[in-house]
């Protein structure tokens, strides 16, 4: 199983990214999809989730309004969509998939928002 994160970058602050995470090895639907993101020297925190069929999503305070989780189980891939970007949002940012059974992240892929 793999989970490969990209689209990171640096961007200046009030700009746009768009994130992906493909992943193989496995089968893509059944898995709650999640973003997660690690800043220097801090714990890495819960961005946002998104459920098995797509639809309703969750989103922590700090980026609602601003960020979109969608999906395309067709692709195996998950998007994150980065809009009015912050100093604050620098970080890796990480891709989660869990099920019952299993949780898998990807390797992470760095976002630095420049003031």
């Known amino acids: 199983v793999q989970l490969v994160e990209s689209g990171g970058g640096l961007v200046q602050a009030g700009g746009s990214l768009r994130l992906s995470c493909v992943a193989s090895g496995m089968t893509f639907s059944p898995y709650v999809m999640s973003w997660y993101r690690q800043a220097p020297g801090q714990q890495r925190e819960w961005v946002g989730s998104i459920p098995t069929g797509g639809g309703s999503t969750n989103y922590a305070d700090f980026v609602k309004g601003r960020f979109a989780i969608s999906r395309d189980n067709a692709k195996n891939t998950m998007y994150l969509q980065m809009n009015s970007l912050k100093p604050e949002d620098t970080a890796v940012y990480y891709c989660?998939?869990?099920?019952?059974?299993?949780?898998?992240w990807g390797q992470g892929t760095q976002v630095t928002v420049s003031s």
């Open positions: 989660k998939a869990n099920s019952l059974r299993a949780v898998y």
